[in-house]
């Protein structure tokens, strides 16, 4: 007789099984066909209970996992919402949300996880479209014209920035439709056409045209101002995102003395964070808009003890530690899929005293955790945050030591 195989048996990723008391009705329509949020079908605290085991399983080896950050109301928490648009055979125009691994459409009205101002400029923009003679993107054909819109919100300023991918430069009645979107939606402060006519499956492209206002918007995280365009990175729960930092700074353990490093450093939230905190910051970044971003939300803040470059971080604390420089903290956020061994063993090179890790990858954090013990480093604190509520994903914050002081 064959045995029924848990779920969690049949793929290692699933999350454990749920205690009955713990079972709920997705409150989203799209749980089964989209995917995204996959806790969806439990209640919030036994999400955060697969979240903690996931951590204990993958880095109990390393020290105690504090309990994590939960979030009060879980809802609504993304700034940064994406709406895919095709042309489908039967249907005509689509919109919404690819399904999990795959490029099939989900039409979706409202995410509960996004902020509910850009489904509705996203519905607007879809009820617009055939009146300004604007075709939807045909993956198959290589053919049609808006492929995604992609909307950023300030949530503590209120500003709204619309990017509308497009394949060409060429758009037709560009002002009107301006107009026309702006009439409907005032609250709007830049829009900017990203063209991106390549067979890839990255979303921006590399030209932009703004059509509207400055091309950027503005937004205050942890008392700080901060200049977000449409490519740069910005942690995308501001509400979490400030339990995060704070967690992050009291790791670092500033005196005012430190010379710190921010690497992978984006548009320098965590360097500036930390500007007032500690005597030296140092920002180093691979994407050029976000370290023009960062050194603009330096002059905004008026901060001039943090400086922003454009480069590979590793790179840069070799060439110091070469040159006979110090650095007493270096902050590290890398992607999800982690660092490197090179970034690590640059990190050994040059010697900080303390090491803060933030990692949205749990394995990738994992694998570099170890690479840090072989350059002397031990963990003191692992703590997990949840910025991505009903979703598997878990940022976590560790504090490293070096061994040697």
């Not at 928490?77 to 919109?95: E, L, V």
Request: charged share 25%; proline share 5%; glycine share 6%.
């Amino acid at each position: 007789m064959k045995k029924n195989i848990p779920n969690r048996l049949r793929n290692p990723h699933s999350p454990p099984d749920k205690p009955r008391e713990e079972v709920v009705t997705p409150p989203c329509p799209y749980f089964r066909d989209c995917g995204g949020c996959q806790l969806q079908d439990r209640t919030y605290r036994e999400s955060l209970r697969v979240k903690e085991a996931r951590l204990t399983a993958l880095l109990g080896r390393f020290g105690k996992i504090e309990p994590i950050i939960s979030m009060k109301t879980p809802w609504s928490y993304r700034n940064k919402c994406h709406s895919t648009f095709a042309y489908d055979r039967r249907f005509g125009i689509r919109n919404g949300l690819y399904a999990e691994y795959s490029h099939r459409v989900i039409p979706i009205d409202r995410c509960l996880i996004q902020d509910e101002r850009a489904d509705n400029i996203i519905a607007t923009i879809a009820s617009m479209m055939k009146s300004f003679k604007m075709t939807a993107y045909n993956e198959q054909t290589g053919q049609g014209f808006l492929r995604h819109v992609l909307i950023k919100i300030g949530f503590a300023s209120n500003e709204i920035m619309v990017v509308l991918v497009v394949t060409s430069n060429i758009f037709p009645g560009k002002n009107h439709f301006v107009k026309a979107l702006r009439k409907k939606h005032p609250e709007i402060k830049t829009i900017i056409q990203n063209i991106n006519g390549e067979d890839t499956t990255m979303v921006l492209g590399k030209r932009e045209i703004v059509l509207f206002g400055k091309g950027w918007i503005e937004d205050t995280l942890c008392n700080m101002k901060f200049q977000i365009s449409a490519k740069s990175f910005f942690q995308i729960n501001p509400v979490q995102t400030e339990k995060l930092y704070e967690k992050a700074m009291e790791m670092a353990r500033l005196t005012g003395r430190e010379i710190v490093l921010d690497a992978y450093s984006g548009i320098g939230t965590i360097g500036l964070v930390a500007s007032g905190r500690a005597k030296t910051v140092i920002g180093v970044e691979l994407n050029g808009d976000a370290v023009r971003n960062a050194q603009r939300s330096a002059r905004l803040n008026n901060v001039t003890n943090a400086t922003f470059h454009k480069g590979d971080a590793g790179k840069f604390m070799e060439s110091m530690a070469k040159n006979g420089q110090k650095l007493d903290v270096v902050f590290m956020d890398p992607p999800r899929s982690g660092s490197t061994q090179t970034f690590i063993h640059s990190i050994g090179k040059i010697k900080p005293r303390r090491v803060v890790y933030i990692s949205c990858g749990p394995e990738s954090l994992a694998r570099d955790l170890d690479w840090l013990r072989q350059e002397n480093y031990d963990v003191k604190k692992i703590q997990p945050v949840d910025m991505f509520p009903w979703t598997e994903h878990v940022e976590t914050c560790v504090e490293l030591r070096r061994r040697d002081i």
